[in-house]
Nanobody
């Protein structure tokens, strides 16, 4: 069992930035693929970004267009999502997820076994 706790969400003006963090428990964090997903009201959960267990491979959804950066610090058992140039359509609950075997580019939420509680990101325009 892996426990994931997101933080860093909040209210920001369009064009602003936020940095989300996900702290993970467990002794095998370095062997997990980590992903960030988001879910807006009335919409399905969708992948935002993912990073391989080694950190050498990353995946980004097309709508990110280089605005977001995913990273991980295994010494801190933490994965980050740096979000720049935020848009109103980025408003959603953001979740981090972990899995030991999923490929970083897998877009389906069902491929990830462990999930955090989510953190709200609201972008005003």
């Amino acid at each position: 069992q892996v426990q994931l706790v997101e933080s860093g969400g909040g209210l920001v003006q369009a064009g602003g930035s936020l940095r989300l963090s996900c702290a993970a428990s467990g002794r095998t964090f370095s062997s997990y693929v980590m992903g960030w997903f988001r879910q807006a009201p009335g919409k399905e959960r969708e992948i935002v970004a993912a990073i391989s267990w080694s950190g050498s491979a990353t995946y980004y959804a097309d709508f990110v267009k280089g605005r977001f950066t995913i990273s991980r610090d295994d010494s801190k058992n933490t994965v980050y999502l740096q979000m720049n140039s935020l848009k109103a359509e980025d408003t959603a609950v953001y979740y981090c997820a972990a899995d030991r075997t999923v490929v970083a580019g897998t877009r389906s939420p069902s491929a990830y076994d462990y999930w955090g509680q989510g953190t709200q990101v609201t972008v005003s325009s």
